[in-house]
């Protein structure tokens, strides 16, 4: 069956940087598309981005551009997304989640980051 | 590319029906037929209920529908239970190959 399975949740320092896994699994990944999406606690869904793990093309959300990268290791059935210079703003649950006809039908169960002096 | 408009929250009476509304532009809803609606429960990630506007992924009730009318597209749920108590997102392609979220919208059944 579909799985989307995430990195454990982090603790990091203000100016650090977070690199989140999300490997899949019965799915073929060069098959789909994978966004990425966050949370903050308390407030609604927001969109970061989209990886095509065949062809490694990328787009961000405007709010992201030049801080957030997104990559895919099909070998190992798994992208990553790394946020750098994190505040405390970016404090959230994020999640990867497949793309189904440009909606997303499967989630990961989220991985919480923890921006803190 | 600014977040979708919805309510803040609505509530309705088991049994009963309720609309949930989603305002975008014509870059995003108005110019698109992918528009998607998620439901998430506390502590849970989102599921997909409706995608291409009026598309019930495999195992969503028949209750949950949506719509779509110019830049504003809706979901509404029948025979509203108390187990469809949760938030509601919208979500919408848009013109710059990227996807924008709802503000969300909290249910109460009451």
């Known amino acids: 069956q579909v799985q989307l399975v995430q990195s454990g949740a982090e603790v990091k320092k203000p100016g650090a940087s977070v690199k989140i896994s999300c490997k899949a699994s019965?799915?073929?990944?060069?098959?789909?598309?994978m966004h990425w999406v966050r949370q903050a606690p308390g407030q609604g869904l927001e969109w970061m981005g989209i990886i095509k793990p065949r062809d490694d093309q990328i787009n961000y959300a405007q709010n992201f551009q030049g801080r957030v990268t997104m990559t895919g290791d099909t070998s190992t059935t798994t992208v990553y997304m790394e946020v750098n210079s994190l505040t405390s703003e970016d404090t959230a649950v994020y999640y990867c989640?497949?793309?189904?006809?440009?909606?997303?039908?499967?989630w990961g169960q989220g991985t919480l980051v923890t921006v803190s002096s | 590319q600014s977040a979708l408009t919805q309510p803040a929250s609505v509530s309705g009476s088991p049994g009963q029906s309720i609309t949930i509304s989603c305002t975008g532009t014509?870059?995003?809803?108005?110019?698109?037929?992918?528009v998607s609606w998620y439901q998430q429960h506390p502590g849970k990630a989102p599921k997909l209920m409706i995608y291409?506007?009026?598309n019930r992924p495999s195992g969503v009730s028949h209750r949950f529908s949506g719509s779509k009318s110019g830049n504003t597209a809706s979901l509404t749920i029948s025979g509203l239970q108390a187990e469809d108590e949760a938030d509601y997102y919208c979500?919408?392609?848009?013109?710059?190959?990227?996807?924008?979220f709802g503000g969300g919208t909290k249910l109460t059944v009451l």
């Open positions: 989640a497949r793309d189904f006809h440009w909606s997303t039908d499967y």
């Open positions: 014509s870059s995003d809803v108005g110019g698109y037929y992918y």
């Open positions: 979500s919408s392609y848009t013109s710059s190959d990227t996807w924008v």
């Open positions: 019965g799915f073929t990944l060069t098959s789909y598309h």
């Open positions: 291409g506007v009026t």
